[in-house]
């Protein structure tokens, strides 16, 4: 699983230098290496209490979100569950927009990505801290 942040207020890749009101897009890559299919999967996408995800559904916008095929996406306060089937030996892309509402020092927790029946297949990307001035 592969986690790339950008801004798109700066126009740069990455969350340093963020700046009260920047704009941010996050991008999920989850490849499956195997030759199976492999159903059931949940992404837990958790943001960090410094940003509001903007939620497509409630917002109209112009910016086109690109998103592979999924079940089910529930949107929450501080997070995102995107529950899907990953094709055998392909990769499945999710995208989301948070915009930098409260300024300081702030964890960035670890987003999970796990079979909601086996846990022997899981993936996840390490914690971090972003700062917003």
Request: proline share 4%; glycine share 4%; aromatic share 14%.
């Amino acid at each position: 699983m592969v986690l790339d942040y950008y801004n798109l207020t700066q126009k740069r890749a990455g969350l340093e230098n963020m700046q009260l009101g920047d704009d941010i897009k996050i991008v999920a890559r989850v490849i499956n290496q195997s030759a199976l299919e492999v159903p059931n999967m949940a992404l837990n996408l958790v943001m960090p209490s410094c940003f509001e995800l903007i939620n497509p559904r409630l917002y109209q916008t112009q910016d086109i979100i690109r998103q592979s095929s999924y079940i089910y996406q529930d949107y929450r306060d501080d997070r995102v569950y995107t529950f899907f089937t990953l094709p055998a030996g392909a990769s499945v892309t999710y995208e989301w927009k948070a915009k930098a509402s409260f300024t300081g020092d702030f964890y960035f927790p670890r987003t999970v990505c796990e079979n909601m029946y086996n846990g022997n297949i899981f993936a996840g990307t390490a914690s971090s801290r972003v700062r917003v001035k």
